[in-house]
């Protein structure tokens, strides 16, 4: 043991004894390591009795093996540890016992004056001067610890929800290439020119975004991020002080360096944060440091290529990203193979809790409100397991709750609900075709899709292989169709992606589109191979590779797979336990065991490494076997939305 780490030890031995490091508590209780409270001193020792003011403080002296113990308050600062732990020692960063430690991305704004009517001002310089796609996103204000909807129009919704906002119809209409026109009757003239400000294009499965150029009122110019015409019609439009004409709004003026702001209450603004920095802690080239049971705030966490072993557990976050641009990804983040149409990606690659490298771990943890990703995978080996995933992708990329690059990840457990897009996506973009030995199961995925179409809950495009790994035991039920074409999809293998194994899936409650399907595969590229699920409705199984056994299905007519046999198709009862009610809005959840006069028992046919530990003759149809544990999807995590 070093001398510091010996100087960190305290024991209890009939009274405190203290070693000039580190602190204890009566009763025999030992911790080792370094303390920081927001009353404390960089210039003290970091001892329990007088610890460090600031994180950073800790992080630049702590050692491998060591603990950085922190104590209730909320820490404005971002952290960067000055070395890496080792497997057998790792460098711990936790709140102290259960008291609530806050890491905030934010600033206090105090100073406010009037402006006219219920709107205030104050002088602040805030990260970006207009909108910018490089170090932050975007500006954030928030009061009160909710995020406030920038001036815009049409405004948000009375309940600033930013996965149901109001849009206009009527649409963005390409001119060639990037220029496009934006007509809808309701636009209006503004007296500072509309020039300059932005708009937000929901489009057939994305969005684009773009700049205001000229015209007028009811039919304005704009150049798009990309030349991409996939027949834009729900449109927003933000980026002019003229807007700002509801309570929540704000509107940032760069070249004043003065916030407005019409507060919620119509009071003089109060309890009002600015986002000013984007991470809590930066862990780029750095491995064995465990973050756990800490909150974040407007902020998120970041490792690199290089960093291996990061186990991130028991955190809270909240609004860990934020943009309002969709500038196409740069051409040295295409693999081999992707399109031309980059933008689809863009900031998939760079929001959310980003674990890079290889053998990083998130658990037991809350992410509340994200622009795009909940979590980012690349690299290899990572788990994302018991973990609640909630309101993320309101800006509608291929960001994901999960977005997963590379190989080897296991995606488990996890609770994922409203997200504009997919739940669960791999998308060649910036990922690739190389999907191998992903581990997809025991998700609970609903509320997807709610602002975008053609889409699914698990999502992999293009020609991606998915050898070795496979999609089971999740549930995915309740999205309401965005639009009414195309619809959205359970499990969606798009674009000829292969190699797939999918079972004991149970899908159910896709609402809102004749178009809707429960599962798309097939592809001449490789095998897919669909085993013991339960969809009630719809599915898309149609190709030569495809093998689709001991599944319940809605309709025969679903089913174009070569090698297809033992399903049962369920135009008549299956005999379920129980039944969704969603005519009835009923919040019980269905229960899709069987009944024992269920036709669908003892029917199947035994599948090596599927139908494992099956009861009776033969093995049963569906996702649950008559008469054994019936196994549930999701986190163990309870959430509502003041858990933060």
């Not at 409270?37 to 060591?66: H, L, M, R």
């Not at 406030?148 to 049409?154: I, K, L, N, S």
């Not at 490298?357 to 788990?383: A, P, R």
């Not at 999960?402 to 996890?414: A, D, K, T, Y």
Request: hydrophobic share 35%.
């Amino acid at each position: 043991m070093s001398i510091e780490k010996l100087k960190a030890v305290i024991i209890f031995v009939g009274a405190i004894v203290s070693l000039g490091m580190s602190g204890c508590e009566a009763g025999g209780y030992e911790l080792e390591g370094y303390f920081v409270s927001s009353q404390g001193s960089d210039d003290n020792p970091g001892t329990i009795k007088q610890p460090f003011k600031t994180i950073q403080k800790c992080a630049d002296v702590v050692e491998p093996g060591s603990t950085c113990w922190i104590r209730k308050g909320t820490y404005r600062e971002k952290v960067r540890p000055q070395t890496s732990g080792t497997e057998s020692e790792p460098i711990t960063f936790a709140a102290y016992k259960e008291e609530q430690v806050t890491i905030s991305g934010t600033e206090l704004v105090t100073d406010w004056s009037k402006d006219r009517d219920a709107i205030y001002r104050a002088r602040i310089e805030l990260p970006v001067d207009g909108y910018s796609d490089t170090g932050f996103f975007a500006n954030q204000i928030f009061v009160g610890g909710k995020m406030m909807p920038e001036a815009r129009f049409p405004n948000l919704n009375p309940e600033q929800d930013f996965l149901r906002p109001n849009l206009l119809g009527g649409g963005i209409k390409s001119l060639g290439g990037t220029a496009a026109t934006i007509e809808n009757e309701a636009v209006p003239e503004l007296t500072e020119g509309w020039k300059g400000g932005r708009v937000w294009a929901n489009e057939w499965y994305t969005t684009r975004t773009g700049e205001i150029t000229g015209g007028t009122a009811k039919q304005l110019l704009a150049t798009m991020t990309a030349a991409w015409d996939r027949g834009a019609y729900w449109f927003y439009l933000f980026g002019k002080q003229e807007l700002l004409d509801d309570r929540g709004e704000w509107f940032y003026n760069g070249d004043k360096q003065e916030v407005y702001l019409w507060s919620p209450d119509n009071q003089a603004p109060k309890n009002v944060e600015v986002k000013q920095r984007n991470l809590a802690f930066d862990l780029s080239d750095r491995s064995y440091i465990t973050v756990r049971n800490l909150n974040l705030f407007a902020n998120t966490i970041t490792t690199s290529d290089r960093s291996s072993g990061v186990i991130i557990d028991g955190v809270r976050a909240k609004y860990v990203s934020h943009h309002m641009t969709l500038p196409p990804v740069p051409e040295s983040e295409k693999p081999y193979e992707a399109d031309d149409a980059m933008f689809l990606a863009a900031h998939a690659h760079d929001t959310g809790i980003q674990l890079r490298g290889n053998d990083n771990v998130l658990k037991n943890s809350v992410i509340d409100w994200s622009s795009g990703n909940g979590v980012l995978l690349e690299g290899n080996n990572h788990q994302v397991t018991n973990n609640i995933i909630v309101n993320t992708n309101y800006q509608v990329t291929y960001a994901a709750p999960v977005r997963v690059n590379g190989n080897g990840h296991q995606i488990s457990h996890n609770t994922i609900k409203r997200t504009g897009r997919d739940g669960i996506n791999f998308d060649w973009h910036t990922a690739g075709t190389d999907g191998r030995n992903l581990e997809i199961s025991y998700n609970d995925i609903s509320e997807f899709g709610m602002l975008s179409t053609d889409l699914g809950a698990i999502y992999a495009c293009c020609h991606v292989n998915l050898a070795g790994g496979s999609i089971h035991h999740n549930w995915i039920h309740d999205a309401q169709s965005f639009s009414p074409f195309w619809g959205t999809r359970g499990i969606y293998l798009d674009l000829e992606t292969f190699n797939s194994t999918v079972h004991h899936n149970v899908v159910w409650n896709l609402n809102g589109s004749d178009h809707n399907l429960g599962i798309v595969a097939g592809s001449p590229r490789g095998d897919d191979r669909v085993f013991n699920n339960t969809f009630l409705g719809k599915v898309l199984l149609d190709g030569e590779n495809i093998e689709a056994r001991n599944n319940i299905f809605a309709t025969a007519a679903s089913i174009g797979a070569k090698s297809a046999s033992h399903n049962l198709f369920i135009d008549t009862d299956a005999k379920f336990t129980r039944l969704p009610q969603a005519e009835t809005k009923s919040a019980t959840t269905p229960d899709f065991t069987l009944q024992k006069d269920s036709p669908a028992i003892d029917v199947g046919i035994e599948i090596p490494e599927i139908t494992v530990d099956f009861k009776g003759k033969s093995p049963d149809l569906g996702a649950y076997e008559y008469n054994s544990p019936a196994w549930k999807a999701g986190s163990s995590l309870k959430y509502t939305e003041n858990n933060y």
